[in-house]
């Protein structure tokens, strides 16, 4: 489903982009029943329930034409939530002074789960702070990255 994953960004992503939200990721669990694609999308002012109702409303247009998706699946489109997922360099940058989780897809320093402080980015490292210690990962090598919510924030 990875090369279908970029397929589907290659879709959506222009159509969320032109209705003036950020589409921060998709995740496609496909079941012999109903699979589940999801959206995430977001703008600065925040994400309300009509928003997702007008993209998801987009999005089905789409999917009715395209018919990207093999089988039966519900189509979810959400607001990114406070642990956010991050993917792209400009993410981290955004997000630097933020705590995240990050799991990469080989072991770095014979790790593969870290969790700091994100302290930006350096062409394309992502630079987090774990325990004291600067910590240097490719973002090809990044398999999922989210933020940590900060609940005492104010």
Not at 78 to 104: A, H, I, N, W, Y
């Amino acid at each position: 489903m990875a090369r279908s994953l970029s397929h589907l960004w290659e879709l959506f992503e222009p159509v969320v982009k032109g209705m003036g939200y950020e589409l921060i990721e998709i995740e496609y669990h496909p079941n012999p029943n109903y699979g589940v694609l999801r959206l995430y999308i977001d703008k600065e002012s925040g994400i309300e329930i009509e928003d997702c109702s007008d993209v998801s409303h987009q999005i089905s247009a789409i999917l009715d034409v395209e018919d990207p998706v093999p089988g039966k699946f519900n189509l979810e489109v959400s607001s990114p939530g406070m642990d956010r997922p991050l993917r792209r360099l400009e993410d981290f940058q955004r997000f630097t002074g933020e705590v995240v989780k990050v799991k990469t897809g080989m072991a770095f320093d014979g790790q593969r789960n870290f969790k700091g402080r994100l302290n930006g980015i350096d062409g394309d490292l992502v630079i987090i702070e774990c325990e004291n210690k600067e910590v240097r990962l490719p973002v090809t090598a990044i398999d999922k990255a989210r933020l940590v919510p900060d609940f005492d924030k104010k």
